[in-house]
Antibody
């Protein structure tokens, strides 16, 4: 069964850093496109970042220069390094498999989410 | 950036009703449009992609249509399990979600 499991969320002060992990099973991160999507409390979904199978990375303007997406192919884990965190970054962060089929991408498998709280 | 606008924001319905949710893009996304269902405290679930292709395992009462800038998600006969929030997402240029439509009793 395909599974994605996020870890690493928690309470962090503004300006702090946090690294989220997304461990996958039944598929490999290296041969798939993978993404992070977040959802602030009571709000809608917002795409954050994506990493292509070839290694290209893209970011939402709201996190560009502060967040870094990466992966460990040997361990089938994707990461999101979040620096200079702001109150508006507080959200549940989901990792998702991004499926390319003519265009990139729909998100077909999702993790359960990990909560990031940014507060002093 | 492409903006996605859903209507209505909230929809009150009853079991057995036919329900239609609309999603409009600020510019053409061709048919690169997906729909998701999200229940409280849960991750989104992919329902539809390429505007009208049903994801495997999704009941046939769900259908999608549209191209260019205007899209609809229709539930032909609402079931109790369908009360949730629905999001459209374009993947023609970047990745943008609509603000969501909550289907409630």
């Amino acid at each position: 069964e395909v599974q994605l499991v996020e870890t690493g969320g928690g309470l962090i002060h503004p300006g702090g850093s946090l690294r989220l992990s997304c461990a996958v099973s039944e598929f490999t991160v290296s041969s798939n496109y993978m993404a992070w999507v977040r959802q602030a409390p009571g709000k809608g979904l917002e795409w954050v970042s994506i990493i292509y199978s070839g290694g290209s990375t893209y970011y939402a303007d709201s996190v560009k220069g502060r967040f870094t997406i990466s992966r460990d192919n040997s361990r089938d884990i994707m990461y999101l390094q979040m620096n200079s965190l702001r109150a508006e970054d507080a959200a549940v962060y989901y990792c998702a498999r991004a499926l390319f089929n003519g265009a990139c991408c729909r998100f077909d498998y999702w993790g359960q989410g990990t909560l990031v709280t940014v507060s002093s | 950036d492409i903006q996605m606008t859903q209507s209505p924001s909230t929809l009150s319905a009853s079991v057995g009703d036919r329900v239609t949710i609309t999603c409009r893009a600020s510019q053409s996304v061709y048919t690169w449009l997906a729909w998701y269902q999200q229940k409280p405290g849960k991750a989104p679930k992919l329902l539809m992609y390429k505007a009208s292709t049903l994801e495997s395992g999704v009941p046939s009462r769900f259908s999608g249509s549209g191209s260019g800038t205007d899209f609809t998600l229709t539930i032909s006969s609402l079931q109790s399990d369908d009360f949730a929030t629905y999001y459209c997402q374009q993947y023609s240029s970047g990745w943008t979600f609509g603000q969501g439509t909550k289907v409630e009793i």
